[in-house]
């Protein structure tokens, strides 16, 4: 029997029924709209440890390669450690490293990673391979000595040989080195004066493109698209002339995973170099291509980041430039980082930014290769080369360390969707609340689930999402701290330059980087540490 304390009226019952399902549907919502950060890695961080290459392995997880302040006789002690997407210990492997050796990049494929040094100094271009299993963690090695004085750019694994790009002398140059054999060989058809390789990128079906740009002065210039298989074959070729008053600044290619092949980059007035559009070009050699130029002002969101009577101006101007038969007086600095393929066509991604006043004389060298990253990388699926994000490299000679003393300050990212035919569909971006790197380096990354676009960077120990549905073009805005280790842990600082966000796989990003955390619990009660967050969003 109940009292008449237990006794509810039954519309009062009624209304709390009804707060209870809004507060739960609420919350359901609300953690829907949410980022997610389900897991973390940490580990102490000693002044003395040098800093970590963090390698995405895809739905396999994440490598992390590092120097460490350790020796075996004459060898220093390079250690990788292999996570799963729960961001557990898999692997731990500790390799031997002569002291000179300086780590260039790595590759990756379904069970090995294949990590690349320079055995001589910047004058002598030796290598050597090592070939790491995940696996089992052991190792195999390989010397590879070119006869020529080689600068190396670019290099990739196809099938069962490595491809090198390159200059000997300022000419352009592809080198095959083949593992079985240990046989080099130079690919024909290169060695052109004046000629810029401005890409060399891996196929899903166990071929490499290699884009040459003519950077003449006199007569005809031309851009050629070249296709090889892994032995060194021509499969492909398209030149395709470029017009007098224009320039081609940079290129990526698309990688097979549509039928089609497509190169998109950014161009400008044949002296300038700033940027004034995005240019593609679809790869079909039986037929007359052209290159489809597009400007900035064209484009319907490129210039969110800026005032709107400023963006509307610019806009108006490119117009009537336009109209006028002139090319489009507003320029800015812009980098692309990649092209992700997907059935209605090709994503561009791409940042502004602005450079310092002290830029590295080698950003002025009319040889200049301008993909940022040390480590240039790419991944496989299925036992076929899957590069799931475009191949990154630097904007200074491979082993070269030297970063600019002032700060390159990048202001957005912006997407561009391109159709099979190189039509653009539209254009997306995310204004970024000024990010200053030591370089030119992506700052921010995105993903596409079903209808939406999710972009994200981070500033400081702040993640930072813009999500936008191109179905009813609504826009959503989060913010949210990196999550730390214990919920009683503090974030004191962060280490500003040296950490990061990057697409992992499906709507998961991953984000690391160097923190300083109080815990007045702990016996330590500051530690430095180096921190993974496996971040997924909604």
């Known amino acids: 029997m109940k009292t008449g304390n237990d006794v509810k009226p039954r519309g009062l019952r009624t209304v709390l029924s009804i707060r209870t399902t809004l507060f739960f549907l609420l919350f359901t919502l609300s953690a829907f709209g949410q980022v997610q950060q389900p897991n973390r890695y940490e580990i102490p961080q000693k002044n003395n440890d040098d800093y970590f290459n963090v390698i995405s392995l895809e739905e396999k997880g994440i490598a992390l390669f590092r120097e460490r302040d350790k020796f075996k006789a004459s060898n220093r002690i390079w250690e990788m450690t292999w996570l799963d997407t729960a961001l557990q210990e898999k692997r731990n492997v ?71 790009g390159g200059y000997v002398n300022s000419d352009p140059a592809i080198f095959l080195f083949e593992l079985s054999t240990n046989h080099i ?29 003519d950077r003449g ?12 298989d892994a032995s060194g074959k021509l499969l492909l070729e398209d030149v395709v002339p470029i017009e007098e008053n224009k320039t081609l600044q940079t290129g990526l290619t698309s990688t097979l995973q549509r039928e089609d092949l497509i190169l998109l980059g950014t161009w400008g007035e044949r002296s300038s170099k700033q940027s004034t559009g995005f240019f593609s070009l679809r790869i079909d050699p039986f037929n007359e291509q052209k290159v489809n130029f597009v400007p900035f002002g064209e484009l319907a969101h490129y210039l969110d980041y800026l005032k709107p009577k400023r963006a509307q101006n610019i806009k108006d101007d490119t ?8 090319i489009p007086s507003y320029v800015n600095y812009v980098m692309p980082y990649k092209i992700t393929e997907h059935k ?48 990154m490299y630097r904007p200074m000679p491979y082993g070269s360390n030297v970063k600019n003393s002032d700060e390159i300050k990048t202001s957005e990212t912006v997407l561009i969707a391109f159709d099979g035919q190189g039509h653009i569909k539209w254009d997306q971006s995310m204004t970024l609340d000024e990010i200053k790197m030591p370089s030119v380096e992506q700052v921010a990354d995105f993903c596409m689930t079903d209808d939406r676009i999710h972009f994200i960077y981070r500033k400081e120990s702040d993640l930072k999402l813009k999500t936008i549905s191109l179905k009813n073009d609504t826009v959503n805005t989060y913010s949210e701290k990196i999550k730390p280790l214990n919920p009683v842990d503090e974030i004191r600082s962060e280490k500003d330059g040296e950490g990061s966000i990057k697409h992992w796989y499906g709507n998961v990003f991953y984000t690391y980087g160097y923190q300083t955390i109080r815990n007045l619990g702990n016996e330590d009660r500051v530690r430095d540490v180096f921190y993974v967050n496996k971040v997924v969003v909604p």
């Open 94 to 164: 500790e390799l031997e490293i002569k002291e000179r050796y300086k780590l260039l990049g790595y590759e990756v494929t379904p069970d090995v990673l294949y990590f690349l040094f320079r055995t001589g100094e910047t004058t002598k271009n030796d290598f050597e391979l090592i070939a790491v299993n995940i696996n089992d963690g052991k190792d195999t090695r390989y010397a590879i000595k070119p006869e020529l004085d080689f600068k190396l750019t670019h290099f990739c694994k196809v099938d069962e040989s490595l491809a090198f």
């Open 185 to 213: 060989k130079a690919v024909p058809g290169f060695f052109q004066k004046d000629t810029e390789l401005v890409d060399m990128r891996l196929n899903e079906n166990k071929t490499f493109n290699v884009v040459l740009i």
């Open 217 to 228: 002065t006199k007569g005809e210039r031309n851009l050629t698209f070249r296709t090889f």
């Open 344 to 391: 209605d066509g090709f994503l561009l991604m791409a940042e502004v930014y602005q450079p310092s006043s002290t830029m590295n004389p080698y950003y002025n060298s009319p040889y200049y290769n301008p993909y940022y990253n040390p480590y240039g990388y790419s991944s496989y699926g299925q036992g076929y080369y899957y590069p799931g994000m475009s191949r």
């Open 319 to 326: 117009k009537s430039d336009l109209e006028m038969g002139r």
